[in-house]
């Protein structure tokens, strides 16, 4: 089992940057795949981006490609998302979620942080 803690998160101008972290206990952590998803108000949580146990290999949601990164230090038990050039439509609560097989689908994570709000003013 996997506890998973998300800090980071904050107020931001459109067009800057913010780094998520999220921590996890436990000492199986690079047994699992790591994802980061968002639901913004009246919104479906939805996929942002996923990274495998090694830390070798990403994907991300087109709607991020290209502006967020995500990486992991297995020794520190921490995933990390940075984001830059934030649009106002970044905006949501940000979740990282643990599960020992690589997936983009919600349904495919057992555990889950308590996220974190992003908020990008125009």
């Known amino acids: 089992q996997v506890q998973l803690v998300e800090s980071g998160g904050g107020l931001v101008q459109a067009g800057g940057s913010l780094r998520l972290s999220c921590a996890a206990s436990?000492?199986?952590?690079?047994?699992?795949?790591m994802g980061w998803f968002r639901q913004a108000p009246g919104k479906e949580r939805e996929f942002v981006a996923v990274?495998?146990?090694?830390?070798?290999?990403?994907d991300y949601a087109d709607s991020v490609k290209g502006r967020f990164t995500a990486s992991r230090d297995n020794a520190k038990n921490t995933v990390y998302l940075q984001m830059n050039s934030l649009k106002p439509e970044d905006t949501a609560v940000y979740y990282c979620?643990?599960?020992?097989?690589?997936?983009?689908?919600?349904?495919?994570?057992?555990?889950w942080g308590q996220g974190t709000q992003v908020t990008v003013s125009s």
């Open positions: 979620a643990a599960d020992q097989r690589v997936g983009v689908s919600r349904y495919e994570y057992h555990y």
């Open positions: 990274i495998t146990r090694s830390g070798g290999s990403t």
């Open positions: 436990g000492r199986t952590f690079s047994s699992y795949a």
